[in-house]
């Protein structure tokens, strides 16, 4: 069976993550902190609707990874570049599970005297799982299925994808896919994108095409992330434009990468680009797309670009 490190599993609940199986976790969003004490909402609750104190933010494959982009917050030197196997936990089990450990999280804020209890009491039922956090979800080979039940059950689903593994990619779409498909655009080219994410497979850049060729069919919403780094990968509208168009997807989130976490490490705090600096970036792009600039949010530092 499939596990997670034991030192690494420590580390991470330090980090205040809890896992969930043998290869799973769960971490309480800021957003949703803030949500639930009334301060401010995530972006995507302003851009989507998607209510930030009922989103549950997991990951079905915690340390399972083939990239280590440079800007990333995680530790990615301890992450596995290879799928998990077969014998990886149930789709059901992982999201009951992941669904118990965020009731567990939130419970200390019904004693928080700026709660909104209203808001704690919804937060006992999320009804919007966001298949990111950390590690790769398609590294998991039942993500698909994972998927199923989630919609099975009601909720809607938001899953991210760096399109490193596009056979899997290919069965989520044959499933019907997520209410909301992102795939991670990050470098333009081929050369670009191995300084910049700095993937493990030799194959890497065949990998991410075959994934756009696939995303180019899938007929459900689909959304770009593109993480700005300056200095590194804030050129090239050309490529950026083609690649984008290739895949077609209604909505394009521009955002900046942020000096938090390990990135730290590995950039200086000037990588880092100020809303502005995404603001103009995302207005060009916009124009070559011919998509409109619908929405931003200045405090992730994240405009939306959306198809005409």
Same mark, same amino acid.
């Given at each position: 069976?499939?596990?997670?490190?034991?030192?690494?599993?420590?580390?991470?609940?330090?980090?205040?993550?809890?896992?969930?199986?043998?290869?799973?976790?769960?971490?309480?969003?800021?957003?949703?902190?803030?949500?639930?004490?009334?301060?401010?909402?995530?972006?995507?609750?302003?851009?989507?609707? %998607?209510?930030?104190?009922?989103?549950?933010?997991?990951?079905?494959?915690?340390?399972?990874?083939?990239?280590?982009?440079?800007?990333?917050?995680?530790?990615?030197?301890?992450?596995?570049?290879?799928?998990?196997?077969?014998?990886?936990?149930?789709?059901?089990?992982? &999201?009951?599970?992941?669904?118990?450990?965020?009731?567990?999280?939130?419970?200390?804020?019904?004693?928080?005297?700026?709660?909104?209890?209203?808001?704690?009491?919804?937060?006992?039922?999320?009804?919007?799982?966001? %298949?990111?956090?950390?590690?790769?979800?398609?590294?998991?080979?039942?993500?698909?299925?994972?998927?199923?039940?989630?919609?099975?059950?009601?909720?809607?689903?938001?899953?991210?994808?760096?399109?490193?593994?596009?056979?899997?990619?290919?069965?989520?779409?044959?499933?019907?896919?997520?209410?909301?498909?992102? &795939?991670? %655009?990050?470098?333009?080219?081929?050369?670009?994108?191995?300084?910049?994410?700095?993937?493990?497979?030799?194959?890497?850049?065949?990998?991410?095409?075959?994934?756009?060729?696939?995303?180019?069919?899938?007929?459900?919403?689909?959304?770009?992330?593109?993480?700005?780094?300056?200095? &590194?990968?804030?050129?090239?509208?050309?490529?950026?434009?083609?690649?984008?168009?290739?895949?077609?997807?209604?909505?394009?989130?521009?955002?900046?990468?942020?000096?938090?976490?390990?990135?730290?490490?590995?950039?200086?705090?000037?990588?880092?680009?100020?809303?502005?600096?995404?603001?103009?970036?995302?207005?060009?792009?916009?124009?070559?797309?011919?998509?409109?600039?619908?929405?931003?949010?200045?405090?992730?530092?994240?405009?939306?670009?959306?198809?005409?």
């Amino acid at each position: 069976m499939v596990k997670l490190d034991d030192n690494y599993k420590l580390l991470l609940e330090k980090q205040q993550y809890r896992i969930v199986g043998n290869h799973s976790a769960v971490k309480l969003c800021t957003w949703l902190k803030k949500s639930l004490r009334g301060d401010s909402v995530c972006y995507k609750e302003k851009f989507y609707g %998607i209510k930030s104190h009922r989103c549950l933010q997991m990951t079905p494959a915690v340390a399972w990874c083939p990239n280590k982009c440079v800007f990333c917050w995680r530790s990615t030197d301890k992450t596995e570049a290879s799928e998990l196997g077969s014998d990886s936990d149930d789709p059901e089990e992982i &999201l009951d599970g992941a669904i118990r450990m965020q009731r567990s999280l939130i419970t200390g804020f019904k004693g928080f005297s700026g709660t909104d209890m209203v808001k704690w009491e919804e937060a006992q039922d999320p009804i919007n799982v966001a %298949i990111s956090l950390t590690g790769e979800p398609t590294a998991y080979p039942k993500i698909a299925g994972l998927i199923d039940v989630c919609n099975k059950r009601g909720f809607t689903t938001f899953l991210v994808t760096n399109g490193q593994f596009p056979d899997t990619v290919q069965k989520i779409c044959d499933m019907g896919g997520p209410t909301q498909f992102y &795939l991670s %655009i990050d470098a333009p080219t081929k050369e670009l994108y191995k300084k910049t994410c700095v993937p493990m497979f030799k194959d890497y850049w065949s990998r991410f095409e075959k994934t756009i060729n696939t995303l180019s069919k899938f007929k459900g919403k689909k959304a770009v992330r593109l993480t700005l780094v300056k200095g &590194l990968n804030m050129d090239d509208f050309e490529n950026y434009v083609k690649l984008i168009l290739k895949v077609n997807p209604k909505f394009v989130e521009v955002k900046a990468y942020m000096w938090v976490g390990f990135s730290k490490h590995r950039l200086d705090y000037d990588a880092m680009p100020v809303h502005s600096e995404v603001l103009h970036f995302a207005e060009k792009l916009a124009k070559l797309l011919n998509y409109s600039v619908t929405n931003e949010s200045e405090a992730s530092r994240v405009v939306l670009l959306e198809r005409k």
